[in-house]
């Protein structure tokens, strides 16, 4: 399609004070104001590339501000906002494949196709992911060895860029890979097709196994064939315990149990607190003391009933628990949540994983969250996956701990790479460029690098991260 | 003010005196300071000083016209905004007989319209984001009608009800408007009436700093909020006899 993008505005307008908005990362650790715009229609995003044109001001891409860094975050910027671009628009009975807008959040796309048994082929562990997010960031699931990322459940996807205009773009295309996993930076995905995963329960067979030793843990990963979905909580103050968690689909007909009704878990919990209250009473948990205690105590939960036949959950209150206990990052507030996530290779990660908790304990700053999954490579072209397992470490930033938790990110940092790790974006608020140039090398920058120049030629979208890395600046 | 309470701040009247030590204070606890005033080779001197942390923009309140276009040149260098600082303000020498219009359609100007000009965008602005803090610097001689300065009284009087009506706007988005109310500074601006001991700039920048995130009205001293206090209930019939 031949799309021109020329413009009669003799003077770039001023954008409305009265549309700025205070965004935030997931973690509240990085917030930046920008003139947000909504989206309603494809006319909307070309008028905006225009204006960023005429008037030298960037556009940033942000989806539900999921990702905890600043990867959708750009000050004074242009932001492009998708809650209205949000129809979930056709699915195919026959071949279950799903035609959505890119504001369409998984929540949006499962409460409309499960009643048919349709389920998402890979989830992150929040619902509230856009479909332009597991795009951009081309999100990876609990089954990321058995069904890889979601970039490759993809039939076909849309996306207007400055430089090109309208293009429906299929796996095939040389820049597919570029697109996805290419955090935004290329043009604003309009739709996609999702090929959905046929189910007939709408339940999952969860089994614990808890684990004493790093060795247990990483044992149960690779000794594990038959399950669907794999992942692992680890204690961040006691090294080596834990509690591996694999699930299985059901294979029974089940029709009652793909009902959102029997989906969605009560919005109480213990005591009758409402869920969405719940980050206060989490508040007083939210420190060393807190944690360690109610760490011990989820381990000890699960030492009292080991893998036996496992329990059997619903879909969604599986894959998605956090999103049950809303705002629940709240709760580090007013210090916020860092993440630390990092994919090591498979012969490292033994080595490696036991190194960062002794690194937090030395440094007094354990993490309060450590969940490890394993994985195949990605095949985007800034990839951050690799044949081998992931940490994601949560730590709690305060005022008076900011300066160490620096140091620690660093000292972590450095250990990674010298385990040859690959960095996850998405969690991402902290690296400098020498380390995206380490984690994904300066062959796959260029690449990109050219794919800007040709998508995106006068660097009209930009973000936070991607300037403060210097990956996606064109040659 | 703790350090780094503030990170992107504008001062508008910001060339000499009170604002100028705003400027100062702000850029020390490493706050990115918008430095706006009509004398640009003073500005020049702050951003020397505070290099990448203070932005000299040249303008004058007075071209209400520009005023969107200027807080827009300062937002997009600053990156961000959560304090804007409205300071500007004139006080000519005027005679106990002069009734001069053109002065005293100077300082109404100046110290009224040109706050309400640039509190109006920044009211638009942290409406809609939520968050921000507003500090208008009043005077003292706003409290009363005095016979020495009519029209510089009136605009104190009506800059803190305007303050006011803003603070009852924005509170509940979580936007905290304060009005400072300066009793002698020693500045420019009141060099001429040779007041002793008027307190020295850099103490009043740090006051009204340090009470910037209040969302009241402020006077700098404790001994100021008492006797304005009590100015404020001597009846009128009386206040006229009184030679201040
Ligand atoms: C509790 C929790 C659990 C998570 N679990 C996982 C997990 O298991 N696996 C995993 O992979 N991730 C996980 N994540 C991370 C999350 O899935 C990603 O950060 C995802 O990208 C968030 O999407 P979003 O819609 O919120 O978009 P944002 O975070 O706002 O943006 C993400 C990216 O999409 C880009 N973007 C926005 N709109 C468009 C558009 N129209 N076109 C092109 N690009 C666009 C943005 O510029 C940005 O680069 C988790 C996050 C949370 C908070
Ligand atoms: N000093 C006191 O005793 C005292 C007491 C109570 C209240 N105040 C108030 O405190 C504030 C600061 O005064 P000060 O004592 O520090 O005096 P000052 O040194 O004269 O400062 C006044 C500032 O206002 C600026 N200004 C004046 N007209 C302007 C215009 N048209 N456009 C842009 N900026 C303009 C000046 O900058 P340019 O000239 O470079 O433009 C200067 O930076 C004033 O509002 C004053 O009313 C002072």
Known sequence: MDISLDTDLSKAEIPDPASVQTDWGFGYSCVAESYHRSVTSVDDVLRAFADAKASGRPIVLRGNGRSYGDVSLQPEAISLDLTRWNAVESLDPETGVLVARSGARLEDIWRFALPDGWWLPVVSGTMLTTLAGALSANIHGKNNVQSGTFGEHIDWLEIASPGRGLERITPDHPDFWTIVGGWGQLGFILRAAIRMKKLTSGSVLVTDYPTETWDQLFALFENDHDSDYQVAWMDGFRSGKGIYTNAKTISADEPASLRTSYQVPSDRMALRIRKDQAHKFLRWFTNRPGMKFLSGLKWLAAVKRPGDGGRMLPLVAYHFPLDFVPEWQRAYRPGALVQFQVGIPREAAPAAFPAFLRAAQRAKLEPYLVVVKVHRPDPSLLSYLCDGYSIALDFHQTRRNQPRLRELLRELTDLSHAHGAKFYMAKDSFLLPEDARKSFGSEAINQFRWAKSRFDPDNLITSSLFRRLEIADNP | ?244
Not at chain 2, 15 to 22: D, N
């Open chain 2, 1 to 244: 003010m703790r350090q780094g309470a503030y990170k992107f701040a504008i001062v508008v009247g910001a060339s000499s005196g009170i604002g100028a030590e705003l400027v100062r204070q702000l850029a020390e606890s490493g706050c990115r300071v918008a430095a706006v005033a009509r004398r640009g080779d003073r500005l020049q001197v702050l951003a020397k000083e505070y290099p990448n942390r203070v932005i000299p923009i040249v303008a004058d309140v007075l071209k209400f016209d520009d005023t969107a276009e200027v807080f827009l040149r300062c937002t997009d260098a600053l990156g961000g905004l959560d304090l804007v600082i409205y300071n500007s303000g004139i006080m000519p020498d005027v005679a106990p007989t002069e009734f001069n219009f053109s002065k005293d359609h100077a300082m109404i100007e100046t110290n009224l319209s040109g706050a309400i000009a640039w509190l109006n965008v920044t009211a638009e602005r942290f409406l809609s984001s939520r968050r921000g803090t507003i500090v208008v610097i009043g005077s003292v001689a706003g409290d009363r009608g005095r016979r020495g300065q009519p029209v510089y009284n009136a605009s104190k009087a009506g800059l803190h009800a305007y303050a006011e009506a803003l603070r009852n706007r924005l509170s509940r988005s979580g936007v905290r408007v304060t009005t400072i109310k300066p009793g002698p500074v020693a500045t420019d601006l009141v060099a001429h009436l040779g007041f002793r001991g008027a307190m020295p700039a850099r103490q009043a920048a740090e006051i009204i700093l340090a009470k910037s995130g209040r969302g009241s009205e402020q006077y700098l001293k404790i001994s100021h909020r008492v006797i304005f206090a009590t100015i404020r209930l001597i009846p009128s019939w009386i206040f006229r006899w009184i030679p201040i």
